[in-house]
């Protein structure tokens, strides 16, 4: 049986933590999603008050981003209400400090890279905006005027590239990181990131020597490779963090919780899941965007897909430490109140269900709308063979041995658990899987005795015994 908490459960009053990666920070397990109601607000619900109900329960971690119309506003007003603002009368820094505020920003360049193909959404904002504008904005909309100023002493915790989707954004990001220099072209997102993160000025695009933001992340809901990628390029470990998509639909699809979440664990990043209930469409949603109020989710799951085993799932996908849950309608009472009840159902811990809990939650997921849920996530794909083998045949002495090196292997629906290693036919060696952290290829060296040439073939093996094979490489004779 899936432990979940019942529909009628009571309000949590000292909510459950863990410590976000390597912040340090103790985010609540349950953070509020900046879209929903909060961005896409019905005639009749009051925005603010959700975010302030949210702050009352002891939730901690608030997501929302410039893309979100009018949800830094809307944060922008619920904190004067609580005094969070530096500056006014009766600022409340510890109350402050006490929240992790996430903001995030959609253009990949900081400086530059107008048209760039591939770079999607635009390099530029509506106003011609870029990177750093982005950063401004929102603390101008949730600390100040709205209108570009804000108060000394007001920053964002953390700041996500947003909704990484392209190879092409991947490099735009990067560019200029290795180099700064304020004469280039053009000048990616990190680079920028990185001088207000650490109050330098670089790249000269932060001449005041500000220190508005404390972590830089990033998000995807996409293509699981290419999120990998982008940790594995982060040679100076700027990333804290990373939104993700995941669901108990995951594995009907090119899959997060086998790729690139154990990668962002192994680096001892802050992981949040995002679209926990498919943005909607696991009930009364389609499956597509949200872009207008009609679209938000105001009912507390469903009599054949309770939201709770939902919430649970996400939770219990290991690495994960939050999970950011839009809210559609709060009520005083427990059972019509989304945000009591999804509260109360991330009051779990990461290994309290088991793999066979799992399973079930799945598949009551896969059975809604065909399990075709998941819009926003690439196709699915079954497990790789290891990528780019490659083999070097080395002679020392009278040591002959041949050097393979190769690329992560992709996993399927199962985790992958070892490399295996084949010389004509013949297994000869093995090596346990790991994440691979960075652009660093893995290694494996093989003795032969004779001066034969020899055919190797690398395997990827997962967890279930499924197994596939790279193309073979050859080792010259001598």
């Excluded at 207000?196 to 933001?213: F, H, M, S």
């Excluded at 998509?245 to 995951?250: S, V």
């Excluded at 490659?390 to 009278?398: D, N, P």
């Excluded at 004779?450 to 596939?468: F, L, P, R, T």
Aim: aromatic share 8%.
């Amino acid at each position: 049986m899936i432990p979940y908490i019942s529909r009628g459960s009571l309000a949590v009053e000292n909510p459950m933590k863990r410590v976000f990666g390597r912040t340090g920070f103790e985010v609540t397990t349950l953070g509020l999603g900046g879209q929903a109601s909060i961005q896409w607000t019905p005639s009749d619900v009051d925005p603010v008050a959700i975010i302030l109900k949210a702050h009352k329960l002891g939730v901690n971690y608030y997501d929302t981003s410039n893309v979100y119309g009018p949800s830094q506003m809307n944060y922008g007003k619920a904190f004067r209400k609580l005094d969070m603002v530096p500056g006014l009368p009766g600022y409340r820094e510890r109350a402050r400090r006490n929240i992790f505020l996430t903001s995030k920003t959609h253009l990949r360049y900081a400086k530059g890279g107008d048209n760039v193909e591939g770079v999607r959404s635009g390099t530029n904002g509506p106003d011609g905006s870029k990177t750093l504008d982005d950063v401004r904005r929102s603390l101008s909309q949730m600390f100040g005027d709205g209108k570009g100023n804000y108060p000394k002493g007001a920053y964002l915790d953390m700041v996500l590239i947003h909704s990484l989707s392209t190879w092409q954004e991947l490099d735009a990001v990067y560019e200029g990181l290795d180099h700064p220099d304020p004469n280039a072209e053009r000048i990616g997102a990190l680079a920028a990131l990185r001088d207000v993160r650490d109050g330098t000025n670089l790249t000269g695009l932060n001449p005041k020597e500000e220190r508005l933001i404390r972590h830089i992340g990033f998000s995807g809901h996409y293509d699981a490779a290419l999120m990998m990628a982008m940790i594995q390029r982060d040679k100076y470990e700027l990333l804290d963090g990373m939104l993700v998509a995941i669901n108990a639909n995951d594995k009907l699809n090119f899959n997060m919780q086998n790729n690139v979440i154990p990668v962002a664990a192994a680096k001892n990043m802050g992981v949040i899941a995002m679209k926990v209930f498919a943005d909607g469409a696991m009930y009364t949603k389609p499956a597509t965007w949200s872009n207008k109020p009609e679209h938000v989710v105001r009912t507390v799951g469903s009599a054949s897909l309770p939201s709770t085993p939902l919430v649970q799932y996400s939770l219990t996908t290991p690495g994960i430490h939050t999970a950011i849950i839009g809210i559609g309608h709060i009520s005083d009472e427990h059972r019509d109140c989304q945000l009591t009840q999804n509260l109360a159902s991330a009051q779990v811990e990461p290994d309290s269900l088991s793999a066979s809990d799992r399973e079930k939650i799945e598949k009551m997921a896969n059975v809604v709308k065909n399990g075709e849920t998941n819009y926003f996530q690439m196709n699915h794909k079954p497990l790789s063979a290891p990528r780019e083998v490659a083999l070097q045949q080395q002679i020392e002495g009278s040591t002959r041995k041949a050097v393979l090196t190769w690329q992560t292997a992709y996993a399927g629906a199962s985790p992958l658990d070892r490399y295996e290693i084949w010389r004509d036919g013949e297994k000869v060696g093995q090596m346990p899987f790991r994440p691979q952290t960075t652009m660093e290829p893995f290694v494996y060296e093989d003795v032969v005795e004779d001066n034969a040439a020899h055919s190797y073939i690398m395997k990827s093996v997962d967890k279930h015994g499924e197994s596939a094979s790279s193309e073979a490489v050859t080792m010259q004779a001598v």
